[in-house]
């Protein structure tokens, strides 16, 4: 029985309490039961006494197509297809169930909103027009919206906040993008790449810093052109394939997920850095002799962080043409140009230092701005908040450290507006700490100068090295819950356990 079938049969018996996440409880129902594939249609099977069943229709299923039209078909198999998925979007229950497939981004990401609500994660990663399809969408069976509605958390007044401000901002133009800021920051890729070009003869360890440091700028330009929902960021979007050798598709999966489900401790994968190093003191079936010393040896995985990038790229880019997924083969092209022009312009001892170099300066950047936060150990159902309570920002001091961390210094800013162009993010600063304080979020606005945030992960880096184990702490790729990282077969499922390398 799937979960919310569950639901479902504890309500027909009266139950008092449901809870959202529970697993389902095994037992007889001796009441009127829904059918495996009912949700779909709202067909119930009345039963009679003599448990003969009086009335049955034939069950329904959604088909939807990439805009959303849905037209009623046989159901499927519950045991070969998905039968139950209904997820919530601005007080409504949506049953998504034939969406899934058609969804561009993948099945996989509307899963891990089965039973929950997505309002903000919707708003914050699609357009208006994608805002405006899943309108189009069928509407959960009754019956079934009003057990989860009543199993689901209420909106805080803070995320209902957040709801106004995103209005006010989007009525006020601050998606608009701004050319001539973007014209400067190609500008300045372009002149990093020409003058590694220029010198890889004559200064090669010059050469390889400027390539490290164009591979650096070119992520975090292409991070703002995936993000990006507007037509100028759609047309930049193969750039960081081009640029950095780094897939849009992988980068959406892995990345967005992150945004979605900050910090959440066995789903977000940029916290599962582990056996090299620990956010937390692992259970000691998952431990590793490393963790004695990761703060002494930090900065050699970090270096690690492109080459492993690009590995799991060309991977996930193999994966997304067999699954025939949306623009895959274009993306696989788009990559080969990258290594066909890295290959045949810079010497092996020039670009594979540049890989590493620019793995730490990134690393460097990315790492600190959430692993000095808090970890969560459950579903946060206040995406708000949750946003707030797990980013710190990095206050930079020059304007060289403003351009080198591309954005990444608004962590904040761009994790609850991941769509708006980076050039807005210093003006919305103040906007959001004002926003804090008035709906008193825990922590408030969170930031720190670039050099104290980078000591506060290394100080806990050293604080977890010197920690015992954790009988029973979370396991950093999941325990099957919701979007569990070893549970989604991605490239970071299973981790690299000691266990493998020797």
Known sequence: MKLHQAYLAIAFVGSTSVD???????GRIMMPTVSSTARFSAVVEEVATNGATADMKM?????????????EVPACDDEECRTTLDVRIHGKWYDLSGWRKAHPAGAHWIDWYDGRDATEVMDAFHSAKGREMY?????????????????????????????????????????????????KLLA??????????????SAAPLSTFLLALSMTNAG???????????????????FAAVAAGL???????????????????GVDEDIATDPFLFA???????????????HLIFYIPFSFLFALWRVDTLQVAVESVEEKRPDAKNELWYLLAHYAVLLTFFPFQVWVPAVFLSGLMSALIVTPTHQSEEFFEEYQPDWVTAQFRSTRNAVTTNPFSEWLWGGMQYQLEHHLFPSMPRSKYPLLRPILQKFADENNVPGGYRESG??????????????????DPVPGAPYSRGNGQLGAIDSQGGVAAGGVGLGKLM
């Not at 309108?135 to 957040?162: G, I, M």
Request: charged share 25%.
């Open 280 to 294: 937390w003191a692992p259970d000691p079936e998952h431990d590793s002799p490393l963790r004695k010393i990761q």
């Open 188 to 201: 300045i890729w372009t002149s990093l790449v020409v003058g590694a070009g220029l010198t890889v003869d």
């Open 135 to 183: 309108k189009r969408l069928p509407a959960s069976a009754p019956d079934t919206a009003a057990v989860l509605e009543a199993s689901t958390a209420p909106y805080s007044q803070t995320e209902l906040n957040f709801r106004k401000l995103r209005d006010e901002l989007e009525a006020d133009g601050w998606w608009d993008r701004d050319f001539v800021h973007e014209g």
């Open 247 to 265: 897939g849009p598709t992988w980068w959406s999966d892995k990345h967005n997920k992150h945004h979605a489900l900050t910090n959440e401790m």
């Open 450 to 467: 670039e050099f104290e945030i980078l000591y506060m992960n290394w100080d806990l880096y050293r604080k977890v090295a010197e920690a």
């Open 20 to 26: 959202g996440f529970s697993s389902p409880q095994q």
């Open 59 to 71: 069950p329904t299923a959604w088909e939807c197509d990439e805009e959303a039209e849905c037209v």
């Open 220 to 238: 975090w330009l292409g991070h703002d052109y995936i993000h990006g929902i507007d037509k100028f960021a759609n047309f930049m979007r193969p």
